[in-house]
């Protein structure tokens, strides 16, 4: 049969039903119950997970939309990321969210919504400024602090925002002040024995962005996982040139004193990149990793986020007691 004698016969058949019929036959049919329900203010959740831990994960939400500030191209992949790790290791199911709306302990009008009640980590992806109710902060920080729940902050996840907030910059544990441009950064692995970064070896070099913590940043409180070595920091620098966006070019011998500058940031020799504490009875998880797209495909990088974040829900254990710096080798 020809294509359009094919279609021919469609048309005709459609034709059989007049359109009167068709919306006699809608307008018979029952309305769902469920519709009288949905209305409902604040109805309990439904809990398609049981026995799952949960992670409320937000990056570059809409608050930070209404802000000057940089947004990330990696945002959408590293929520990706995420969810599949979790569903992939079991370990974990993700609500993804680009918004702040959930990030209360109050009830939320509506059928099936969730607040922080329902979840046992809080992941976190870029810069702030954390435009959110003075309630709505108090309600993250109990929910780590006294609750003894998990907060894993990705990239930029210490923003320098947080200078106009500083109990969460104290929760953090490190204030960003400062970003490397993208490079080959020489990286020292303080501490192989934590959960997920077994695929390191002890000195390796890793292409990204790289933030500078300022000097709320104390070793009596973080344990550091891994720091750059600022030994290499010459050479790293040598090789990086000016960007050729010319709206942000600027000229070789000003691009060069910027990233001096920028490493005389911290003048103790002391530059963390992945660290955690405890903050009250909760954990608390950071990594600058994240601001390229490709790092979150690093089968070393996956494992981890997933280290990490079972830490941080307390799936498993690990000794975080705050060392010393030991110097840069």
């Known amino acids: 049969m020809e294509r359009r004698d094919f279609l021919k016969g469609l048309a005709a058949a459609s034709g059989a039903l007049s359109a009167p019929a068709l919306y006699g036959a809608q307008a018979n049919r029952p309305a769902p119950q469920l519709l009288a329900?949905?209305?409902a203010p604040a109805r309990p959740p439904d809990d398609p997970w049981p026995g799952k831990k949960r992670i409320l994960a937000i990056?570059?939400?809409?608050?930070?939309?209404?802000?000057?500030?940089?947004?990330?191209?990696?945002?959408?992949?590293?929520?990706?990321?995420?969810e599949r790790l979790g569903r992939e290791s079991g370990?974990?199911?993700?609500?993804?969210?680009?918004?702040?709306?959930?990030?209360?302990?109050?009830?939320?009008?509506?059928?099936?919504?969730?607040?922080?009640?329902?979840f046992d980590a809080v992941f976190y992806m870029g810069e702030g400024p954390w435009n959110i109710t003075d309630q709505q902060k108090a309600d993250l920080l109990s929910f780590v602090h006294e609750d003894g729940k998990g907060f894993i902050a990705g990239?930029?996840?210490?923003?320098?925002?947080?200078?106009?907030?500083?109990?969460?910059?104290?929760?953090i544990g490190g204030n960003l002040v400062g970003e490397f441009p993208s490079a080959d950064m020489h990286i020292v692995v303080e501490d192989p024995n934590f959960p997920g970064v077994q695929g390191f070896p002890k000195e390796f070099t890793f292409r990204d962005q790289y933030t500078i913590v300022g000097p709320n940043y104390s070793r009596d409180v973080d344990h550091v996982i891994m720091r750059m070595n600022p030994k290499k920091f010459p050479e790293v620098f040598a090789s990086l040139q000016p960007e050729p966006n010319p709206n942000?070019?600027?000229?070789?011998?000003?691009?060069?004193?910027?990233?001096?500058?920028?490493?005389?940031?911290r003048t103790d020799g002391d530059y963390p990149i992945v660290w955690c504490k405890k903050y009250g009875k909760g954990r608390v998880w950071y990594s600058t990793f994240g601001h390229l797209e490709a790092t979150?495909?690093?089968?070393?990088?996956?494992?981890?986020?997933?280290?990490?974040?079972?830490?941080?829900?307390?799936?498993?254990?690990a000794d975080i007691t705050p060392r010393p710096f030991p110097g840069n080798p």
């Open 59 to 82: 990056a570059d939400p809409q608050e930070w939309y209404a802000s000057p500030g940089y947004h990330h191209d990696s945002a959408s992949h590293t929520l990706a990321t995420i």
């Open 155 to 171: 990239h930029a996840g210490n923003g320098g925002h947080l200078l106009l907030w500083p109990e969460y910059a104290e929760m």
């Open 248 to 265: 942000r070019h600027r000229p070789a011998d000003e691009f060069q004193a910027n990233l001096k500058k920028l490493a005389d940031l």
């Open 296 to 317: 979150l495909d690093d089968a070393r990088i996956q494992q981890m986020y997933i280290g990490a974040i079972k830490w941080a829900l307390g799936l498993t254990d």
């Open 37 to 39: 329900q949905d209305s």
């Open 91 to 118: 370990a974990w199911v993700t609500v993804i969210r680009t918004d702040m709306h959930l990030l209360t302990k109050q009830p939320i009008s509506g059928y099936n919504v969730r607040n922080l009640n329902h």
